[in-house]
């Protein structure tokens, strides 16, 4: 018999994810999603995306126990046979770029249904980012109301916010910095906090455990997401900056910014902007929820406004290198928001395509290791797309590197000398070592000049 039994209602980067880690340390995982082939690839040991290391470890429940991740398209079964629920559902942005709470209601619905024949105490665990207040009063009243029991007395309730990065979402499961558990009663934030004891076991005495209520904890990864947003453009805006004068170079800036023990240097480097399932949702989502509650954020629009600044901005910087763009066959080394992931929800590519296509420019060519199908499905035929970088830059004007994947580290000068046309670069991310590339071919970088 298992020790524990968890249901994970919701199947994309934050539910697979986890529902994969706990399988692998012996839990018993029924993960729900409506999407039958989806449901089916994960029961075949196949991940329906990529997340690095995610499939290795599928590989590895696969091959050692298969019987600990299962994936059911009926969720009310999940909950019914399992003793915590945990809701990793995604909460998109609308069109007035408010949350959009969907499908965080459609399961609790769901749960309710389970429950309402459930006599055992269940915990159900939201972790999906919400705004403060959905736990109690959307998810533990939807509940309340269809399954006739009552949080607190007849079933736990917790919000315990997840700190996933994408690209490394397994590394972060599995070696957390701390765990935040938002629980309506002690005794959900303490049945919560056992099962993690049981899932980390000595990891915690380097990761700790902070209790708190429901709508602190719902505001917890507001505060994380767009403080690490400012963060970003706070350095970019350094960068633009640091363009205005020459003997500025930005990283050696940020660097130094960085190293104040009240700071750390993560998230300070300058480049095309933040994209993601996350940071671009979350900041708009709680900025137009305190707008529904009275208090514009100065802050907040500022932080967006110069994220999406930043397509314009690295376009302006290729065209103060080869002149007007229109007519000219342009490359995009990148297209994924982040290197490790082929997730490209708001990712810099499509800002700086749209302005590319802006500035009439018609001829545009991506490559991308992971995500060019990705990319596809959301662009289209806005731009071509490359099997192989070579491809990427054959016979090409200028280069825009988008995304700071390993294998384009370590291309050298040559290599954009041999392949395009008129070998222009322009380095988004600051990967290149300025000096040796800008003294070997037209070369610009984010939040740097040529020196006098």
């Known amino acids: 018999m298992y020790k524990y039994k968890v249901s994970i209602l919701g199947t994309g980067f934050i539910g697979l994810c986890s529902a994969a880690c706990f399988s692998n340390k012996g839990i018993k995982v029924l993960a729900s999603t409506h999407n039958e082939k989806k449901a089916k690839l994960i029961n075949d040991g196949k991940a329906p995306f990529f997340e690095a290391n995610l499939q290795e470890i599928?590989?590895?429940?696969?091959?050692?126990n298969s019987d600990l991740l299962q994936c059911l398209t009926d969720p009310v079964k999940a909950v019914l046979e399992t003793d915590i629920s945990m809701i990793t559902q995604g909460t998109p942005m609308r069109d007035d770029k408010s949350i959009d709470l969907g499908f965080i209601e459609s399961t609790a619905?769901?749960?309710?249904e389970a429950l309402k024949t459930k006599d055992k105490y269940h915990l159900i665990v939201v972790r999906s980012t919400v705004v403060p207040g959905t736990t109690r009063n959307l998810v533990g009243k939807i509940i309340t109301e269809i399954s006739g029991k009552e949080p607190g007395k007849d079933f736990g309730l917790c919000m315990q916010p997840e700190f996933l990065a994408e690209g490394r979402s397994i590394e972060d499961t599995l070696h957390p910095d701390r765990i935040v558990i938002g629980g309506v009663d002690?005794?959900?934030?303490?049945?919560?906090?056992e099962f993690y004891e049981y899932f980390y076991g000595d990891h915690l005495q380097n990761c700790p455990i902070l209790r708190m209520n429901l709508e602190s904890a719902e505001l917890v990864k507001y505060g994380n997401n767009c403080l690490l947003s400012t963060k970003i453009s706070y350095a970019n805006e350094f960068a633009n900056f640091a363009e205005l004068v020459p003997n500025v170079d930005i990283a050696q800036v940020m660097a130094g910014v960085?190293?104040?023990y009240r700071l750390n240097s993560r998230f300070l480097n300058a480049g095309v902007g933040f994209g993601g399932s996350c940071f671009h949702k979350d900041v708009n989502a709680i900025k137009a929820w305190s707008k529904s509650k009275g208090y514009t954020s100065r802050l907040l629009e500022a932080v967006l406004g110069i994220n999406d600044d930043q397509a314009i901005h690295i376009v302006d910087m290729?065209?103060?290198?080869?002149?007007?763009?229109?007519?000219?066959?342009?490359?995009?080394?990148?297209?994924?928001?982040?290197?490790?992931?082929?997730?490209?929800?708001e990712a810099a590519s499509i800002r700086v395509v749209d302005e590319l296509l802006k500035r009439g420019v018609t001829d545009i060519i991506g490559y991308d290791p992971k995500a060019n199908e990705t990319a596809e499905v959301e662009?289209?035929?806005k731009l071509k797309y490359a099997k192989s970088i070579t491809e990427a830059l054959?016979?090409?004007?200028?280069?825009?590197?988008?995304?700071?994947?390993?294998?384009?580290k370590k291309l050298?000068?040559?290599?954009f000398k041999k392949q395009m046309k008129t070998p222009n670069l322009v380095d988004g991310r600051r990967i290149y070592d300025y000096e040796k590339f800008n003294n070997a071919l037209p070369f610009k970088a984010i939040g740097r000049v040529n020196l006098d």
Request: hydrophobic share 35%.
């Open 412 to 415: 050298t000068p040559d290599d």
């Open 394 to 408: 054959n016979d090409s004007e200028c280069t825009l590197l988008i995304t700071e994947w390993d294998e384009f």
């Open 318 to 345: 290729a065209e103060e290198l080869v002149g007007k763009l229109a007519g000219k066959k342009v490359t995009l080394l990148g297209l994924a928001f982040k290197p490790g992931t082929d997730d490209m929800r």
């Open 379 to 381: 662009m289209g035929d």
């Open 258 to 260: 960085g190293l104040d």
């Open 109 to 112: 619905r769901e749960i309710g």
């Open 186 to 193: 002690k005794r959900s934030g303490d049945m919560l906090q």
């Open 58 to 64: 599928m590989d590895d429940v696969k091959k050692n």
